[in-house]
T-cell receptor, first 116, second 116 residues
């Protein structure tokens, strides 16, 4: 079975500062990983994904994440945040059964609050 | 493409009432999912379907039922509503085939349900 832990429930930062949202996972098989963003009163929107290949993945809105297999981590980063990045961010992990997918397991979310 | 649509957006139910949450996708995805989201708890999978006529339980199926008669539609039925079912419900869909591009899930805008 897979599990995912988002290490911070809330992250306050000032505008134009860098931010890192942490995500650790556990799995006995290969995984694929996602970061989703949820703006208030909306559904989840995909930020970026790791399926295979390069461990550094770039997503929308200037976000990137690095897959670290030895640390079982998939931390999300942005070098300079904007007020509009204020939202809740979810890390999700799924098992890769080599052509078929397992269901996604979501973390509990990290609320990013960007202050002027 | 409309993507994933859900109706209604909001609903208040009395204890013991029943209702159906509607979900439709126009992306010809064969996988569909129902999640509930409670504050600070992330998303929990209620039921999922890998194709028309095939459904299976997720992590929290008690008190819910689903059916999948077409590729496009995946309604969620609540029988005998209870206060514990107060939540935000999200429907999602995805491809199942790695060659199709990804395993990412596309989410609807959600239904906010209150049971009193």
């Amino acid at each position: 079975a897979q599990s995912v832990t988002q290490l911070d429930s809330q992250v306050p930062v000032f505008e134009e500062a860098p931010v890192e949202l942490r995500c650790n996972y556990s799995s006995s098989v290969s995984v694929y990983l996602f970061w989703y963003v949820q703006y208030p009163n909306q559904g989840l929107q995909l930020l970026l994904k790791y399926l295979s290949g390069s461990t550094l993945v770039k997503g929308i809105n200037g976000f990137e994440a690095e897959f670290n297999k030895s640390q079982t981590s998939f931390h999300l980063r942005k070098p300079s945040v904007h007020i509009s990045d204020t939202a809740e961010y979810f890390c999700a992990v799924g098992a890769d059964y080599g052509g078929s997918q397992g269901n996604l397991i979501f973390g509990k979310g990290t609320k990013l609050s960007v202050k002027p | 493409n409309a993507g994933v649509t859900q109706t209604p957006k909001f609903r208040i139910l009395k204890i013991g009432q029943s209702m159906t949450l509607q979900c439709t996708q126009d992306m010809n995805h064969n996988y569909m999912y129902w999640y509930r989201q409670d504050p600070g708890m992330g998303l929990k999978l209620i039921y999922y379907s890998v194709g028309a006529g095939i459904t299976d339980k997720g992590e929290v199926p008690n008190g819910y039922n689903v059916s999948r008669s077409t590729t496009e539609d995946f309604p969620l039925r609540l029988e005998l509503a209870a206060p514990s079912q107060t939540s935000v419900y999200f429907c999602a869909s995805s491809y199942s085939n790695r060659l199709a591009g990804s395993y990412e899930q596309y989410f609807g805008p959600g239904t906010r349900l209150t049971v009193t």
